[in-house]
Nanobody, 125 residues
Framework: QVQLVESGGGLVQAGGSLRLSCAAS????????MGWFRQTPGKEREFVAAISWSAGSTDYVDSVKGRFTISRDYAKSTVYLQMNSLNPEDTAIYYC??????????????????WGQGTQVTVSS
């Protein structure tokens, strides 16, 4: 079994930055890629960003392009989400996802086998 542990969430003012981390442990992570999703009360979990594990290809939802950057440390089995120019609309619980089964599935929550517990990001105006 693979465990994903997120860290780095918190409270920040609009225009500020946060960096989320997601470390994989347990059984060797065999994955095509990893991703970040976010969710607010009453809404479906939304795709934010994904990265292919070997090539480092990335993809983002339009609303975060140019502000968020996903990266990975292959040796540490860790993925990061650098979030800049945050605004109140970015407030959500952010979830790390691993075990992507195919790059074409990267924006679908059903495309991943493993999930972290979530970390709260709150952006004040």
């Amino acid at each position: 079994q693979v465990q994903l542990v997120e860290s780095g969430g918190g409270l920040v003012q609009a225009g500020g930055s946060l960096r989320l981390s997601c470390a994989a442990s347990g059984r060797t992570l065999s994955t095509i890629g990893m991703g970040w999703f976010r969710q607010t009360p009453g809404k479906e979990r939304e795709f934010v960003a994904a990265i292919s594990w070997s090539a480092g290809s990335t993809d983002y939802v339009d609303s975060v392009k140019g502000r968020f950057t996903i990266s990975r440390d292959y040796a540490k089995s860790t993925v990061y989400l650098q979030m800049n120019s945050l605004n109140p609309e970015d407030t959500a619980i952010y979830y790390c996802a691993g075990g992507l089964r195919g790059w074409a599935l990267r924006a679908l929550s059903t495309g991943y086998n493993y999930w972290g517990q979530g970390t709260q990001v709150t952006v004040s105006s």
